[in-house]
Every structure is written in structure tokens, then in C-alpha cells.
T-cell receptor, first 117, second 113 residues
Framework: DAGVIQSPRHEVTEMGQEVTLRCKPI?????LFWYRQTMMRGLELLIY????????DSGMPEDRFSAKMPNASFSTLKIQPSEPRDSAVYFC???????????????FGQGTRLTVV | GEDVEQSLFLSVREGDSSVINCTYT??????LYWYKQEPGAGLQLLTY?????DMKQDQRLTVLLNKKDKHLSLRIADTQTGDSAIYFC?????????????FGAGTRLAVHP
């Protein structure tokens, strides 16, 4: 398996534009996570899905952020409209989660570096 | 609540030992993890420990867990320049019946000659 694939790797956009980040999880994984990393706040969990269903979106900063997972092999994170303070590295991760306390390794994509000017 | 805290920076001399500390709040966490992020890359699992253990050793890495104080540490012996990276502590938290990983903000380790 190629691992978690994110696109694009880099995105530069103007304030007010819509930005869509994409993620393909590892085949067979049933959990998908979106994280944001900044120097000031470190790694923040934005939202996570189990079996394509959003379980917890309490980390999504504002209504400008939305995430979807239409099927087991694809997810998007959309920011509309984008603002300079959204500039960060956005990571997608996937894992095989079970409904019990078990070892759950998360596999991360390479990230999308977003710059909003 | 769920919170994982760690210091943001650590600087060590090459050849010395590095100790990265972490505290967590969820006493029901069954697994605790250390992830490593090298420049320009995503996070990768470095090691993990089950909550009924108090120590795990893997070559140059030693993980210590104090469950009473909810304190986790990662010791890297004979630190090398290649160990320069950001190290994340994470706890496994059951949420709605599924495992959710909660990460600390990361400790940036700088190794100097």
C-alpha cells in the first residue's frame, strides 16, 4: 500500500478563496483523522470519522471549515472563505480502529502546507 | 477531559541522553504512544507502551510510564544528529466506542555537536 495520500502537497491561495484538501486513507482502515499543525498551537485534531461517519468535529475552528467522507477511500477538508490565519500544515491520518481499548497506530500522510496570503 | 501536555523545546549535545516528558489526563488510556516527525514529513510511530507496563526498552529508546502521576517519558540514549525532530506524545482514548488518538503539541529536539 502506498500509505495515506494527501493532495496537494503545497497550496498558496488568496484570502477569501475556497480551498479543498484531499486525502486517500490506507485501504481497509476504518478511521480517518484531520489534524492541523502550527508553530503556535502544535498538532490539533480537527475532526475524525469512523466508517465514513463524522464522530467528533469539536476541533473544527469555525463554520468556514467543513469535512466530508463520501466513501471509505476519500475525504476532503474544505475552507471557505480562507483567511491568512488558516495558514498551517494539514495532516490526514488513518487507522484501523476497533470498539475496544486496543493498540491503534495512526498512519499519517505527508501533509498539505497551506499558505493564505 | 482529554489533554496531553509536553514541553515545546529540548536541546542536547550529541552523545548525551535526551529525556522528553509528557503528562496526560485520561486515566483510562490503555495505550500511550511516541511519534516522531522529521522535517517536511508526517508523523511516524516510534514506540508505544501498554498501560499495565511501567517500562519498555527498544534499543536506544526507553519509555517510562508512571500511571499514578499520568506521566510518560521517552529517553533516547547516545543522542545523534539524526534524532533531531519533533516528538509527539499521544494517548488512546475511547470515544463513542472507538479509539481516538489525542496528541500533545510536540517537543522539538535539537541535537548540537
Amino acid at each position: 500500500d502506498a500509505g495515506v495520500i494527501q493532495s496537494p502537497r503545497h497550496e498558496v491561495t488568496e484570502m477569501g478563496q475556497e480551498v479543498t484538501l484531499r486525502c486517500k486513507p490506507i485501504s481497509g482502515h476504518n478511521s480517518l483523522f484531520w489534524y492541523r499543525q502550527t508553530m503556535m498551537r502544535g498538532l490539533e485534531l480537527l475532526i475524525y470519522f469512523n466508517n465514513n461517519v463524522p464522530i467528533d468535529d469539536s476541533g473544527m475552528p469555525e463554520d468556514r471549515f467543513s469535512a466530508k467522507m463520501p466513501n471509505a477511500s476519500f475525504s476532503t477538508l474544505k475552507i471557505q472563505p480562507s483567511e491568512p490565519r488558516d495558514s498551517a500544515v494539514y495532516f490526514c491520518a488513518s487507522s484501523f480502529a476497533v470498539t475496544a481499548p486496543m493498540n491503534t497506530e495512526a498512519f499519517f500522510g505527508q501533509g498539505t502546507r497551506l499558505t493564505v496570503v | 477531559g482529554e489533554d496531553v501536555e509536553q514541553s515545546l523545546f529540548l536541546s542536547v549535545r550529541e552523545g548525551d541522553s535526551s529525556v522528553i516528558n509528557c503528562t496526560y489526563t485520561d486515566s483510562s488510556s490503555t495505550y500511550l504512544y511516541w511519534y516522531k516527525q522529521e522535517p517536511g514529513a508526517g508523523l511516524q510511530l516510534l514506540t508505544y507502551i501498554f498501560s499495565n507496563m511501567d517500562m519498555k526498552q527498544d534499543q536506544r529508546l526507553t519509555v517510562l510510564l508512571n500511571k499514578k502521576d499520568k506521566h510518560l517519558s521517552l529517553r533516547i540514549a547516545d543522542t545523534q544528529t539524526g534524532d533531531s525532530a519533533i516528538y509527539f506524545c499521544a494517548e488512546s482514548h475511547l470515544d463513542g466506542g472507538y479509539n481516538k488518538l489525542i496528541f500533545g503539541a510536540g517537543t522539538r529536539l535539537a541535537v548540537h555537536p
